[in-house]
């Protein structure tokens, strides 16, 4: 199972993996919309190009057959047959003039085989052109030379640029002859210019040398594309075709040119760069692509810069577009396949739920199975138990008579036995008291009769002990010596002490050692006690002895008497002080001692307790341990106060 934080991780390179994608895509989708919407301008604007050079074209060529059909008028021929004639001057002014102004010309003017102006329209006006010698005017020397001069540049004397063309005035009578002069005329492409600036494009008309000289951008005529060798600007000097002015450069990029740039074509002419860093409206300087398109005859070309401001924006945008798009797509994969993984969950949980559904219902098939199985046994056995208890009730009853039958049985056989040893006595010394009496012995028969005083005694006496067990009398309580009773006691046990060759060591009492209570009862315990000690010890084969410590803890005097015998066996100690219990031969015990003993003790407040010396109780330190029984009997003192009340 994979970890919280390995989720995350996971999660985490799944979204970069993600955002790698679409800014992959978003790059790619950039480079090739780039490169497909430049193409695109450029061949947009390569069209447009086209159109602004048919529109020169188309303005240039209605100039070219104007100065031939002018150079027809005779006046002109005339003049420079004579060109000091005054009236001829005047007319071939006049005519240059009706020239100029039906052709929308800038000036029309005549020059002398030298170069020299003899006539032309503008003769009246400050500036005019009469009397000026343009021979060093290209246009001038080329009409002269191959029969047609063109020419652009700034006017020489007006200062004002214009379209130049010259053609050679030539004697009709005889055509073989060399040119007498030349007639030129100068046109403005001002109103050209002024549709190239409200066109939208970017738009320059670049000569041979790579210098613009009109321009839809205010301040970018005069500039050269390339820089200018020093022959071109001793050329130029020469000519003086665009002035005085200084023919700085117009962007910085290095001249080249592009795969997607349109070569200029025709003779001579020159390369362009194929991008110019500039900045048309101000601002920050860009590369401007530079779509090139020749026109006109003097190797002119029509420069349109490609802005690519606009290229970029649409790229941009395209790549955007791509980037939402992809990470659409990643959405929608992410969408379908937490559908798709959800259903399979679904799918799991509910088979997960209806195997286990199917698993219970088994193991409750099972349980039922085996619950009605166990109740039918347990029925069973209720049934067994109620024919057991019936029994057991039964068994009960009948063992409850058979135990009373026994204890009676024993008991009466006890009796039986302790009154026959002195009735038997008692009968034969009767018996010898009748002979003694016959024999007038008086005086054995004293002894005699003493000897039956006493056993009848004796008898009286076990006839008291059954009577004190099955009767309850009140008793009257004294204070009682414990040292005292013990001596009564051992006195009454003496001759069975020496019988069963048992020596018995009583520590020293103590003085304080009295108890309220009956002292013949409290004797009758220490006999009980002392005798079942002697009986055990006796019973021991190795040592044989009893010992009786008495201590006083506080109010309460503690009588402890430890045998040597076996001890009590468990199954003998639980029924102890059960009456008639006993393990002595019939005859020997009645079962009745401890009893009686338990129910004395009781009667005066106070415990008896057994126990085998070898276990201890905690409160053992000070009783004595022979290796057999040990009978503790705890009453209450008698102090001053109780003795008072
Ligand atoms: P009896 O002495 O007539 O048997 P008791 O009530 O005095 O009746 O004693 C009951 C039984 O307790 C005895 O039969 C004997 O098994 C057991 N018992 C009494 N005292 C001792 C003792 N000191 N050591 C071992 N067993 C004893």
């Excluded at 036995?417 to 008291?433: D, G, K």
């Excluded at 008793?475 to 001759?495: G, K, N, P, T, Y």
């Amino acid at each position: 199972m994979m970890s919280r934080s390995g989720r995350q991780l996971r999660h985490m390179a799944t979204a970069l993996a993600v955002l790698a994608c679409c800014l992959a895509m978003a790059w790619l989708t950039y480079v090739i919309a780039l490169g497909y919407y430049s193409r695109a301008h450029i061949a947009e604007v390569a069209q447009r190009s086209s159109f602004y050079a048919l529109t020169l074209e188309s303005q240039l060529a209605r100039y070219e057959s104007l100065p031939r059909i002018a150079a027809l008028e005779p006046v002109l021929l005339d003049l420079l047959g004579h060109p000091s004639d005054a009236e001829l001057r005047k007319k071939a002014n006049a005519y240059l003039k009706a020239v100029q102004t039906n052709a929308e010309l800038s000036a029309a003017y005549v020059m002398d085989s030298r170069g020299d102006t003899l006539a032309s329209s503008n003769s009246d006006e400050p500036g005019s052109f009469v009397g000026s010698n343009y021979a060093f005017r290209p246009y001038f020397t080329e009409a002269m030379k191959d029969g047609t001069g063109r020419f652009y540049g700034v006017g020489n004397t007006t200062g004002v640029a214009g379209y130049f063309m010259a053609v050679p005035v030539r004697d009709p009578a005889h055509p073989e002859r060399r040119a007498v002069g030349a007639v030129a005329i100068k046109a403005s492409l001002d109103r050209y210019e002024t549709s190239l600036a409200t066109s939208g494009d970017i738009v320059l008309l670049v000569d041979r040398d790579n210098v613009t000289f009109l321009s839809s951008v205010t301040g970018w005529r005069y500039r050269s594309l390339t820089p200018l060798s020093a022959s071109t600007r001793h050329k130029l000097d020469e000519t003086r075709q665009y002035g005085g002015t200084a023919l700085d450069r117009l962007g910085a990029k290095p001249s080249g040119f592009g795969r997607s740039g349109a070569r200029p074509e025709g003779p001579g002419a020159a390369s362009g760069p194929d991008s110019l860093d500039v900045a048309p409206f101000g601002g920050h300087s860009d590369s401007y692509h530079v779509v090139y398109r020749p026109v006109g005859p003097l190797g002119w070309k029509v420069a349109v810069l490609v802005d690519p401001s606009d290229d970029r924006r649409s790229a941009l945008f395209a790549s955007v577009s791509a980037a939402a798009a992809t990470a659409l797509v990643f959405a929608l994969i992410s969408v379908a396949w937490l559908r798709h993984s959800r259903k399979r969950e679904r799918q799991r949980a509910r088979m997960a739920l209806s195997e286990v559904q199917r698993d219970i219902e088994q193991r409750i098939a099972e349980r039922t199975a085996e619950l009605t199985r166990a109740n039918a046994t347990l029925e069973e056995k209720v049934d067994a138990l109620d024919v057991a208890r019936r029994i057991l009730r039964d068994t009960r009853d009948s063992a409850i008579q058979a135990g009373k039958l026994a204890a009676l049985g024993q008991m009466a056989a006890g009796i039986t036995h302790e009154l026959n040893q002195p009735l038997a006595a008692i009968m034969t010394l009767s018996s010898n008291a009748v002979r003694m009496t016959e024999l007038g012995h008086f005086a054995d028969l004293t002894r005699n009769l003493v000897l039956i005083k006493d056993l009848a005694g004796r008898m009286g006496k076990i006839i008291a002990h059954v009577k004190g067990f099955a009767r309850h009398e009140a008793i009257s309580r004294e204070s009682v010596s414990i040292a005292e009773s013990l001596h009564q006691a051992l006195a009454l046990l003496e001759s069975h002490r020496k019988t069963a060759e048992v020596s018995i060591r009583v520590e020293p009492v103590p003085r304080d050692a009295a108890v309220l209570a009956s002292s013949i009862r409290i004797e009758q315990v220490f006999v009980n006690l002392l005798a079942n000690a002697i009986d055990a010890s006796a019973a021991a084969a190795k040592r044989r002895e009893v010992r009786v410590t008495t201590e006083v803890i506080e109010d309460v005097v503690r009588v402890s008497v430890a045998d040597s015998g076996n001890g009590i066996a468990p199954a003998v100690m639980s029924r102890l002080f059960e009456p008639f219990f006993t393990t002595k031969q019939t005859g020997k015990g009645l079962g009745l001692g401890l009893a009686i003993s338990q129910a004395i003790v009781d009667e005066f407040g106070g415990r008896l307790l057994a126990s085998n010396g070898h276990s201890s109780d905690g409160n053992s330190g000070t009783i004595p341990d022979l290796g057999g029984a040990v009978f503790v009997v705890e009453l209450h003192r008698v102090t001053e106060e109780s003795d008072s009340k």
